[in-house]
C-alpha cells in the first residue's frame, strides 16, 4: 500500500485508493508542469540563439536553487535546509541526472534541433522508464510493452531528419541521452534517501546540477570571446523566464510531485508538453511542421497515453 507525501516531505498517511491519493494540490502542480515545461523548449531556442548553452543553463539553475534556499529558509527555518550526508550525495546525484544529464544536453542540442522537435523526442520519457523498470525486475503489462514498442516506432519517425541532413543528427541523439537520464533520474529519485522536504532537495539538485553545467561549460571553452553585451534582450528574457518559472516554479512542482503521487501520474506532463512546445514553436519562430514530426509526434504521444493510462489502471 502506497502513501501520500507532504510539502513538508512527511508521509501524510496510507491512499487506499488513487481518488484519495491525487489531492488538488498534485493537480495543481501537474497543470504548472504541462503548461510551464511546455513552454520552456521556445525559452530555450531563445535562449541559446546568443548565449552558450551549458554557461547560461548553469547560471540558471544555480540562480533559481539559490532563490528555492531562501524560500525554504524563509518558510521553514534555516533548519529546513539541513541534510545528512547520504540525503545530500543523493540529491547531488538526481540533479546531476536531471540537470546536467536531462536539461543539459536538451539545451545543447536546441542550438541545431527546432524546439518542437526537441520536446517530441522528450516526450519518450515515461517509455524509458518502462524500460527501467523492467530491467530492475518488474513486469509491466503487454499493453504497456506494446506502447513502448509503437512509440519507438515514433521515434524512428521522428529521427528522420537526422538521418536525411535536414537535423542535425548529433542534436537529435543528444535529446535522446538526455531523456533517457532524465528518465532515470525520475526513476532514482523516489527509490533514494532524499532530504525530508522535497523543496530542500530540489533547491540542492538545481544547485548541483547548474554548477556541474558551468564546469562542463568552462570545459568546452564557452568563456572564450564571451560578451554579455552581445547577449539580445530576448536571449535575456527568456533566460529569466526559465530561471524563475521554468526552475524555480515549474522543476520545484516536479521534484515534489516525485514525491507526492505516482510515477505514472507525473509521467503524463510527457504528452501534454510537445502540445504546447510544438504550437509556441511554430506560432512564434515560424518553425516548420513537417509530415515526420507530425506522424512521428502523433505516434509518440499516443504510445505514451496508452502506457500511461495503462499504468494508471494498475
Known sequence: MSTSTSVDGK???????PRSRISGA???ALALVYVVWGS?????????????PFLSAGARFITAGLLLSAVVAWRYGPAALRATRTQLASAALVGLLLVLGGNGLVV???????????????AAVPMWVVVLRASSGDRPPLRTLAGVLVGLCGLAVLTSPGLSGSVRLSGVLMVLAGSVLWSLGSFSAPRLKLPDNPLTGSAYQMFVGGAAAVVVGLLRGEQHGLDPAAFST???LALGYLTVVGSLVGFTAYV??????????????????????????????????TWQILVGGAIVVAAVGVIVSTERKK
Open 256 to 289: 515534489w510531485l516525485l514525491q507526492a503521487a505516482p510515477l505514472s501520474l507525473v509521467s503524463t506532463y510527457a504528452y501534454v508538453n510537445p502540445v504546447v512546445a510544438v504550437a509556441l514553436g511554430t506560432l512564434i519562430l515560424d518553425e516548420a511542421l
Open 26 to 28: 498534485v493537480w495543481a
Open 234 to 236: 530576448a536571449s535575456w
Open 108 to 122: 545543447l542540442a536546441e542550438t541545431s534541433v527546432p524546439s518542437g522537435l526537441a520536446a517530441l523526442l522528450v
Open 11 to 17: 508521509a501524510a498517511g496510507p491512499a487506499t485508493t
Open 40 to 52: 520552456t523548449y521556445l525559452g530555450i531556442r531563445i535562449v541559446v540563439e546568443t548565449m552558450p
